[in-house]
């Protein structure tokens, strides 16, 4: 299905000058948009072109007052581009789509009216789509089609497949980081973010912002507040999971049909 022009709210983003952190779907873009929104001590004002009432789980520092805003974004760099945005603004965060596909069968939201609405609709077509949507295997069906294909649907703005995707961005002037070389060196692949906003941030604040935004402090505050959504929306932010969760058969196609792209990434076969 096209992108509906007609769900952006480009006034969302006329109020603040806004800087997008953008990702594929469970590429760690979550956790990126909320360290770069503390660096800069502006708000995570919501996801990218998302009415006011949409829920972002990302959202947070409210009472941060910046003329800045970040803003999430799942968008390729064809559709980011039909917002006024400079891409010296923009940050994109790069996952190996093995462990993207592992976090995507357990964590991404699956609705069985958007995949077979003529089934789900009658009362036994319903009763069997939730038998199936229950199982991993078929989840892992249907997220390997929005990993390969970019077959998803239209609320989750995916058109391209993960390395249509990943290209699209690469050599562009947006800021590329590695999910992976963010978790061995936060401070070196952090402290890349104000230079390419053109801002100046001092050394010690990006390493009070690493610490500060840590997959266990993070976790345990949501915890502590009682904010479970929150909570278990962040795993436990592991490197490479596939090689210990993922089948060699599928882990074999994924790197397959990626390999150019993960190839020029350093991302290595089994």
């Given at each position: ?83 006024p945005i400079r891409r010296s603004r923009v940050v994109y965060i790069i996952r190996d789509p093995r462990s993207i596909f592992l976090s995507g069968i357990d964590h ?99 390493e009070e912002v690493i610490d500060r935004q840590s997959f266990s402090k993070r976790k345990k505050e949501f915890e502590e507040k009682g904010d479970h959504r929150r ?17 060699a058969k599928r882990s074999d196609r994924v790197f397959s049909r990626f390999k150019p792209v993960m190839k020029r990434l350093g991302y290595e076969a089994c």
């Amino acid at each position: 299905m096209p992108f509906n022009l007609g769900w952006i709210m480009q006034a969302d983003v006329r109020n603040l000058e806004a800087i997008v952190v953008g990702g594929f779907p469970k590429s760690g873009c979550t956790w990126l948009t909320r360290m770069v929104a503390d660096l800069v001590e502006c708000p995570v004002v919501n996801f990218l072109g998302a009415k006011n009432d949409y829920h972002e789980i990302a959202r947070e520092g409210e009472s941060r007052h910046s003329r800045f805003g970040c803003y999430k974004s799942h968008f390729d760099l064809d559709q980011l581009d039909r917002w006024p945005i400079r891409r010296s603004r923009v940050v994109y965060i790069i996952r190996d789509p093995r462990s993207i596909f592992l976090s995507g069968i357990d964590h991404f939201e699956f609705k069985a009216v958007e995949f077979f609405p003529r089934i789900a609709y009658t009362r036994n077509g319903r009763k069997f789509v939730d038998f199936l949507f229950k199982k991993r295997f078929f989840r892992g069906f249907l997220f390997e089609r929005i990993l390969m294909k970019g077959k998803a649907p239209p609320r989750f703005s995916i058109t391209k497949s993960w390395d249509e995707h990943v290209l699209s961005f690469l050599d562009s002037g947006v800021l590329c980081l590695q999910y992976e070389k963010l978790l061995d060196d936060p401070f070196e692949q952090l402290r890349l973010v104000p230079s390419h906003l053109e801002m100046e941030i001092e050394d010690n604040r990006v390493e009070e912002v690493i610490d500060r935004q840590s997959f266990s402090k993070r976790k345990k505050e949501f915890e502590e507040k009682g904010d479970h959504r929150r909570a278990s929306f962040l795993r436990e932010g592991a490197r490479d999971p596939w090689r210990n969760q993922m089948g060699a058969k599928r882990s074999d196609r994924v790197f397959s049909r990626f390999k150019p792209v993960m190839k020029r990434l350093g991302y290595e076969a089994c």
